[in-house]
């Protein structure tokens, strides 16, 4: 084949550094068109993004290269930066070490995308580890409870 074509989405979620809730309405109502801008600057597409003050959901659109650890390392190096010379009072702000990528069918996108942008009614009844334990479940991921604080 001449060419390569992919249809490659990934459903990410990661969090603030112990869970802090620092991601404030004021720091979200930027964050997400910030960190939608990196995503385009690394030849993705940032199909939905959502979350509370103590994590974000992305949906990414990504191409066969780089690998998905170089668009998570970016996307947490350059948003904590930016966060760090855009909000005072945030410059101790930073993200959790890990992250949790999930594949996501084409077919299922749009499922996906409604989860991603209504995370503040989701989390009315569910928190954080619930909700990382369950989608781990779902997509069959082995995990060692002690890394999940």
Same mark, same amino acid.
């Given at each position: *084949?001449?060419?390569?074509?992919?249809?490659?989405?990934?459903?990410?979620?990661?969090?603030?550094? #112990?869970?802090? $809730?620092?991601?404030?309405?004021?720091?979200?109502?930027?964050?997400?068109?910030?960190? %939608?801008?990196?995503?385009?600057?690394?030849?993705?597409?940032?199909?939905?993004?959502?979350?509370? $003050?103590?994590?974000?959901?992305?949906?990414?659109?990504?191409?066969?290269? $780089?690998?998905?650890?170089?668009? *998570?390392?970016?996307?947490? #190096?350059?948003?904590?930066?930016?966060?760090?010379?855009?909000?005072?009072?945030?410059?101790?702000?930073?993200?959790?070490?890990? @992250?949790?990528?999930?594949?996501?069918?084409?077919?299922?996108?749009?499922?996906?995308?409604?989860?991603?942008? #209504?995370?503040?009614? #989701?989390?009315?009844? *569910? !928190?954080?580890?619930?909700?990382?334990?369950?989608?781990?479940?779902?997509? %069959?991921?082995?995990? !060692? $409870?002690? @890394?999940?604080?």
């Amino acid at each position: *084949m001449p060419s390569t074509w992919s249809q490659v989405l990934f459903h990410f979620v990661f969090s603030t550094k #112990h869970r802090v $809730p620092s991601i404030t309405p004021e720091i979200q109502s930027r964050l997400y068109p910030f960190i %939608g801008g990196i995503v385009r600057d690394l030849g993705g597409s940032l199909w939905a993004v959502g979350g509370i $003050p103590d994590h974000v959901h992305l949906l990414i659109r990504w191409k066969t290269d $780089p690998s998905i650890g170089d668009l *998570m390392r970016d996307v947490k #190096h350059r948003s904590s930066q930016w966060i760090h010379e855009e909000f005072a009072s945030a410059r101790s702000f930073e993200w959790q070490k890990g @992250y949790g990528v999930f594949s996501v069918s084409k077919s299922s996108s749009d499922q996906v995308k409604h989860y991603i942008e #209504h995370q503040e009614e #989701h989390h009315k009844t *569910m !928190d954080f580890r619930t909700e990382l334990v369950r989608l781990l479940e779902l997509h %069959g991921v082995e995990y !060692d $409870p002690r @890394y999940l604080d």
